[in-house]
C-alpha cells in the first residue's frame, strides 16, 4: 500500500500524517507542491495541515492552484482516494474536490483541543473501523474550520449519507455540526479533526488509528 | 490599466469578524451601528488590452471562491 503525503510552503502535519500511515502499514512518499504528478501506483493521497501560503487570500486558495494539486484532482476523477486534514480539507473545498467551504471560526478565536466526533457513517474506506454512532475523541487545532455549504448541498450530504463525522459539541459553528464530509464516490473524506494526532498512546489518545487501519485493507489504486 | 475587484461573503453567509467589529463599534457608543460586513479589495495592475473577461475568469477561478463569496469588478 502506498501513500503520497503532500508538502506545501507551511504544511506542518505532514509528518505527523506520514507517521500514522507507516503505521498502518503503507509505504510514504513525501510530494512537494511543485511536482507536475504523483508517484506511479499510488493508492491514497493525504493533503496535511498546517498553513499552505500563511492562508493568503483565503486558507488552501493558493494551494489548490499549484501543479501537484492538478494532479490530485486527475487522481480523484479517475476514482482515487484521497483525504485532507484540516488545511488539507480547506485545500480540497477550493479545489473543488469536495463541496462547501471553510470559514472563519464563529468564535473568531484558534482553537486547540481535543473534541468528541460522532461517527455518522460506517459506509466508507475511512470509517468503517467505526460503527455509525461511535463517538471518538480527536484534537482540533483551526482558526477557520467552520463549515459552510448551501442548504441545497447540505441536503445532497444528507440524502448521500456523505456526512462523515459531526462534532457532538460544535466548537465552531459548522453547519449541521458537520466536521469532516465525504466525496460523491466516498473516495474522498475532508475533515478538520486530526485523526493522526490520536494514532499514538503518545499522543493522549488513539482513536484516530481505527481510520488508517481501515485504510490499509481496502485500497485499490488509481 | 488598473482594476479594482471588491470581494464580500454572499448575503446570508455568516461574518463572525464583521460582527466582531460591530460589537467593538457598539461597545465604543456607536449605537447606530446595526450591522457589518466585511470583504476585501483587490487591486489590480493589468497589461494594456486585458479584458473584463480576463478579469472574471480570475475571479471565478482564484480571488473570490464563489461558495461563499460574490465580487465586483471595478475598471479605474
Redesign the interface.
Known sequence: MRAAVIVFPGSNCDRDLAVAFERAGFSVDMVWHKDSTLPDGVDIVGVPGGFSYGDYLRCGAIAAQSPICKAVVEHTERGGYAMGICNGFQVLTETGILPGALLRNGGLKYICRTVGLKVETSNSAFTEGYNAGDVIDIPIAHHDGNYFADDETLAELKDQDRIAFSYTDNPNGSRDDIAGILSHNRRVLGMMPHPERAADSGHGGTDGVALFRALSGVLTPA | MKARVHVMLKNG??D??GE?VRHALGAMGFDQVEGVRQGKVIDLELAEGSTEADITEMCE???A?T??ERYEIELV
Open positions: 453567509v455568516l463572525p469578524q466582531a477561478k482564484l480571488l471562491n461558495v461563499i
